[in-house]
């Protein structure tokens, strides 16, 4: 199974930005379809953007659509999530998820592999 290891959380100010990598190891990374996802503090852990294995197809989670964007480098088995216009309501543990094959996954059962996630808060 591919392993996964996001970084780039941190607290920012509201309106600020952030841009959170997760890198790849141990498997073909464009085999895969990835995805982003959060918790917040007692509540369930919800889906946020995928992207499918080329990069081609994406897909929001309509609170962040328009503020956030997915993208993905191949070459260097990393995913990215830019997070603009951030609001307090995105604080949450960011978690990146892997699931075999090209098509996009939005349910956190569809993925098999999970980073161990980064903080990302914001202040008002």
């Known amino acids: 199974q591919v392993q996964l290891a996001e970084s780039g959380g941190g607290l920012v100010q509201a309106g600020g930005s952030l841009r959170l990598s997760c890198a790849a190891s141990?498997?073909?990374?464009?085999?895969?379809?990835m995805g982003w996802f959060r918790q917040a503090p007692g509540k369930e852990r919800e889906f946020a953007a995928a992207?499918?294995?080329?990069?081609?197809?994406?897909s929001y989670a309509d609170s962040v659509k328009g503020r956030f964007t997915i993208s993905r480098d191949n070459a260097k088995s990393t995913a990215y999530l830019q997070m603009n216009s951030l609001k307090p309501e995105d604080t949450a543990v960011y978690y990146c998820?892997?699931?075999?094959?090209?098509?996009?996954?939005?349910?956190?059962?569809?993925?098999?592999?999970w980073g161990q996630g980064t903080q990302v808060t914001v202040s008002s």
């Open positions: 998820a892997a699931a075999r094959g090209p098509w996009l996954r939005t349910g956190v059962k569809d993925f098999g592999a």
């Open positions: 141990g498997r073909t990374f464009s085999n895969y379809a």
């Open positions: 992207i499918s294995w080329t990069g081609d197809s994406t």
